[in-house]
């Protein structure tokens, strides 16, 4: 489907069980088979540049042939429809995976080993992640856009748009914080002193999964 959605037509599948769905495709390869194969048969081609060249004389003429079912040429209804079609998008389509994520409590996801930011509302959700060899697209389960970040391909393992934490105030009563704090305090006085510095800065949730995986080891 992000094929389709990128070049901007609709995929229409061919019922179960009814050939005739998709016989006008199929059919035209049965018709090239046996023309041009009987006209071919007896004759000897010494390379493929003379072969493609009897081809394409065939297909000019089987362009301009009459059908009978449409009561026009191939070559007129090619020309009907072409002021139909759109103009090709200024981008190649590139492929892309599709993955669940769920927002950790210092705002980020982890993809592929790395992390990358997500605004603080979605703390606790899961999420929708679009992958492609330069971008990770984060959106919402109705699929709305909530962050775009550069791959991370290198050593560094964050990507963090700060924008995406809460303020100050928000971010210190969160339940997470409280806790690392209180298991800080148990381990010890230095260790208490240096989460709460750790914590205590304009973004105390920059630091949160540090302190957790240190708590946690």
């Given at each position: ?10 995929v ?86 599709w ?34 060899a ?6 919402d ?77």
């Amino acid at each position: 489907m992000d094929f389709a959605n990128h070049w901007g037509f609709a995929v229409v599948p061919a019922r179960p069980f009814r050939p005739r769905d998709k016989g006008a495709n199929e059919s035209a390869i049965g018709v090239v088979q046996r023309q041009f194969f009987q006209e071919v048969r007896e004759r000897k081609f010494y390379s493929l540049s003379e072969l493609n060249i009897a081809f394409r004389e065939y297909l000019e003429r089987l362009n301009g042939t009459l059908m009978k079912d449409w009561g026009v040429s191939r070559r007129e209804r090619f020309d009907g429809e072409r002021s139909l079609l759109k103009p090709c998008p200024s981008e190649n389509w590139e492929q892309s995976e599709w993955r669940k994520a769920k927002v950790h409590p210092d705002c980020h996801i982890q993809v592929l080993k790395k992390s990358y930011s997500v605004p603080f509302q979605f703390v606790g959700r899961e999420v929708r992640v679009r992958i492609t060899a330069r971008l990770i697209e984060i959106f919402d389960e109705d699929l709305n856009p909530l962050a775009s970040h550069s791959r991370l391909l290198g050593k560094e393992a964050h990507s963090t748009n700060l924008s995406h934490y809460p303020a100050e105030k928000l971010a210190l009563t969160q339940f997470s914080i409280q806790s690392a704090l209180r298991q800080a305090e148990a381990i010890g006085e230095e260790t208490l002193k240096l989460v709460t510095e750790l914590l205590g800065g304009a973004f105390p949730l920059k630091h949160l999964r540090r302190v957790q995986e240190s708590a946690a080891s």
